[in-house]
């Protein structure tokens, strides 16, 4: 059993900062991408940013220039740090890992969400 917590969320104004972290635990053998989400209110999940096992980074446009995306796979962690927040970036931020668990194989793993405000 694998279980991914986030945590970091929080209100802030327009212009203000904030750091996500995300932390996967349990039968953890090797972790590939990880990645983070987020799904704003009526709309549907959207990838934030993601990064691979070598620290390749991938960013939606709507996030590049402001947010960036690490890891630290001692920890098996991720991190968010999100600059020159908007009030579109107000979302719930999901963490995702690619964990082997086993031999052969791996699956994604999903946290349960960090609610991220931006509103004065």
């Known amino acids: 059993q694998v279980h991914v917590v986030e945590s970091g969320g929080g209100w802030v104004q327009p212009g203000g900062s904030l750091r996500l972290s995300c932390a996967a635990s349990?039968?953890?053998?090797?972790?590939?991408?990880m990645a983070w989400y987020r799904q704003g209110p009526g709309k549907q999940r959207e990838l934030v940013a993601s990064?691979?096992?070598?620290?390749?980074?991938n960013y939606a446009d709507s996030v590049k220039g402001r947010f960036t995306i690490s890891r630290d796979n001692a920890k098996i962690s991720v991190y968010l740090q999100m600059n020159s927040l908007k009030p579109e970036d107000t979302a719930v931020y999901y963490c995702?890992?690619?964990?082997?668990?086993?031999?052969?194989?791996?699956?994604?793993?999903w946290g349960q969400g960090t609610q991220v405000t931006v509103s004065s």
């Open positions: 995702s890992a690619e964990v082997r668990t086993g031999a052969f194989g791996w699956d994604r793993y």
């Open positions: 349990g039968r953890v053998l090797e972790t590939y991408a």
């Open positions: 990064i691979s096992s070598d620290g390749s980074t």
